[in-house]
């Protein structure tokens, strides 16, 4: 008959804990065993040096991209193709860019050295001083010519266009960018965007036979009232004046200079302008602080940009300017007549009989170029000064 358990057989004792003691000794003793049977070393422990310790925080394998061969074809840049060499597509296209960028500069360069070979001859034929003398005589078999004349015509009419436009340029850029709704901005940039399709000689046409006679009271007021100061002096020139010049050249640089300008103050960083409206600044304040402090740079490149395109205008200029006596008294008043670099040459394009007579005109084309390419390298110097712009 079986022997029934008592409650204190069932104490815990010495006798009692012996057993489970010796119990997890055996197993202890099987997992040594199991432990110590042969087995092939895995990479990691070839690599390594060392057996892998099972249960720590050493993973058992570790590999660089370094120790591993490359994939051809994972779509690695430089595992998934041989070194020193791209795909065909990407050679190409960066062949086709370079080659466009070095055409640029060759093509300027080529115009450079057109512009000095047929210009230099005239120079030194020239009787007079080339830079300071106001004759123009080129139709005998002797050169007297300066460009004075045209230099003064040239820059004054460009700075006209560029006091009425530029003004007016940021206002618009600043109402489509900053105070506009969206539908009210896109009909509104679009407007000023087609400006820019209008033909040269529609605003030729336009600015003598219709603005030309509206503005005419404005010119004969300021010349009354400020007629003492060189830069408003009448010299009884009507309607083809440089002030009459200058206002058509704003309307056509206008649209140049806004587009820059609105682009710029729509790069605004958010942060700027969010910081200036932390600060309790009202909406002129925000564009004060934020906008025209990181989008100056912008605005002052897009400025030369007009004044480029200001100095090169021909056909419109040629329609509007009065032609007057190089034996003339000298001025510098906006309420006269003259003629620009560009004007000139078009205005006496048929006149280019002799190998002489060109040069004349070609010198005085370097100089505009010459102009032209100082006002572009000033607008990058300026762009330059500011890194986080570009």
Do not use: H
């Not at 649209?255 to 605004?268: G, K, L, M, S, Y």
Request: with cysteine; glycine share 10%.
């Amino acid at each position: 008959m079986p022997k029934r358990e008592s409650m204190v057989d069932r104490v815990p004792g010495p006798e009692n804990d012996a057993e489970p003691a010796r119990q997890f000794s055996s197993l202890a003793g099987l997992d040594q065993r199991s432990n110590s049977r042969p087995e092939a070393s895995s990479p990691a422990a070839s690599r390594f040096g060392e057996e892998p310790v099972l249960g720590s925080a050493q993973p058992a394998a570790v590999g660089t991209l370094a120790e591993l061969s490359p994939v051809f074809g994972a779509g690695s840049p430089s595992a998934g193709r041989p070194a020193g060499r791209g795909r065909l597509g990407d050679r190409v296209f960066a062949g086709l860019t370079s080659g466009a960028g070095l055409f640029v500069v060759v093509l300027i360069g080529l115009v450079a050295a057109f512009l000095l070979i047929r210009a230099l001859p005239a120079i030194f034929q020239d009787k007079s001083n080339f830079l300071t003398a106001r004759t123009w005589d080129v139709d005998g078999s002797s050169l007297d010519f300066g460009v004075l004349p045209l230099l003064s015509v040239t820059v004054l009419i460009s700075l006209v266009a560029m006091v009425i436009a530029v003004p007016v340029a940021i206002g618009i850029a600043l109402f489509i960018s900053q105070y506009a709704p969206a539908r009210v901005a896109r009909p509104v940039a679009y407007v000023i965007d087609l400006l820019a399709a209008i033909p040269s000689i529609i605003y030729g046409i336009w600015g003598i036979a219709v603005l030309a006679p509206k503005i005419q009271p404005l010119a004969d007021l300021l010349s009354r009232r400020a007629g003492w100061f060189p830069l408003f002096a009448d010299y009884n020139v009507k309607g083809g004046t440089i002030f009459t010049g200058g206002v058509v050249l704003a309307v056509m640089i206008l649209p140049i200079v806004t587009a820059v300008c609105r682009d710029v103050f729509e790069r605004t960083p958010r942060d700027n302008i969010e910081a200036a409206w932390a600060l309790g600044s009202t909406r002129w304040e925000m564009i004060r602080l934020a906008v025209l402090p990181y989008g100056r740079p912008g605005l002052i490149s897009g400025a030369m940009l007009g004044l480029g395109r200001a100095l090169g205008e021909t056909i419109a200029i040629s329609l509007i300017l009065s032609k007057v006596s190089d034996s003339g008294p000298f001025s510098y008043s906006i309420f006269n007549g003259g003629e620009t670099f560009a004007s000139k040459i078009a205005n006496n394009a048929s006149e280019f009989n002799s190998p002489q007579q060109t040069g004349a005109y070609i010198a005085a084309g370097l100089v505009l170029f010459v102009l032209t390419f100082a006002v572009n390298a000033a607008a990058r110097s300026v762009v330059n000064r500011r890194k986080e712009f570009s």
